[in-house]
Nanobody, 123 residues
Framework: EVQLQASGGGSVQAGGSLRLSCAASGFTFDDVGLGWFRQAPGKEREPVSYISSYDGRILYAESIKGRFTIYIDNAKNTVYLQMNSLKPEDTAIYYC????????????????WGQGTQVTVSS
């Protein structure tokens, strides 16, 4: 069974930091893309960041560029999202998923989708 379990969310004040983890099982990180997405209340799920295990290509949404960092720990089969300088607009449920479509940040190309982890940022 392919699983990606997002964790590490919580409630922080604006300017704070969180590190989200996505523990993967049932597949290897060879030739896949791993993405973080988020969904705020009343909004569509949107891409946050992408990383390719194939060549290390990284993509960031403009809204978080310079504040968030995506990286992989291959030994732990885990992808992380380090979130700094958090803003209230970062409040959302954060999800991780994988894709075989190189360079894609389209929700449609990713899966499977778990329950995600809640991030709440207050001012």
């Amino acid at each position: 069974e392919v699983q990606l379990q997002a964790s590490g969310g919580g409630s922080v004040q604006a300017g704070g930091s969180l590190r989200l983890s996505c523990a993967a099982s049932g597949f290897t990180f060879d030739d896949v893309g791993l993405g973080w997405f988020r969904q705020a209340p009343g909004k569509e799920r949107e891409p946050v960041s992408y990383i390719s295990s194939y060549d290390g290509r990284i993509l960031y949404a403009e809204s978080i560029k310079g504040r968030f960092t995506i990286y992989i720990d291959n030994a732990k089969n885990t992808v992380y999202l380090q979130m700094n300088s958090l803003k209230p607009e970062d409040t959302a449920i954060y999800y991780c998923a994988k894709t075989t479509q190189y360079g894609s940040t389209r929700d449609l190309d990713f899966g499977p989708w778990g329950q995600g982890t809640q991030v709440t940022v207050s001012s």
